[in-house]
């Protein structure tokens, strides 16, 4: 079994190829990964056979990966929230909050 990581780098290094290729990007160096997802994909059943004649369903589950990347420098950092910030995005989640089944 291949580690997750080896399959997602050859989809990097697939997708770089693509964009050098197909899209007119001159550098591969100059890309960075703008947005990184993933998707429910098919689950199929399969026969487990266990001792005693017995025999069970094993699930075999895929996903898609989806990473869209995009030429020029990246964004710079984001400054980490300090407690304040976080407290004062708390508040104002619960004052938008709505309560269902109520007044």
């Known amino acids: ?3 997750p990581f080896f399959s997602l780098f050859k989809v990097l290094l697939e997708a770089q190829d693509m964009a050098v ?3 007119n990007v001159e550098f591969r160096s100059n890309l960075y990964i703008a947005q990184s997802t993933s998707g429910r994909g098919q689950c199929l059943k399969r026969i487990r ?4 004649g017995r025999c069970g369903i094993m699930e075999k589950v895929y996903c898609h990966y ?4 995009v030429e020029g420098p990246p964004p710079p950092p984001e400054a980490p929230k300090t407690a304040v910030a ?3 995005e708390y ?3 619960l004052r938008n909050r709505t309560i269902i089944h109520t007044l």
């Open 49 to 52: 056979y266990h001792g005693r």
């Open 66 to 69: 989806f990473v869209k990347l």
């Open 1 to 3: 079994m291949r580690m």
């Open 86 to 88: 976080h407290a004062k």
């Open 21 to 23: 290729r197909d899209h």
């Open 91 to 93: 508040i104002q989640e």
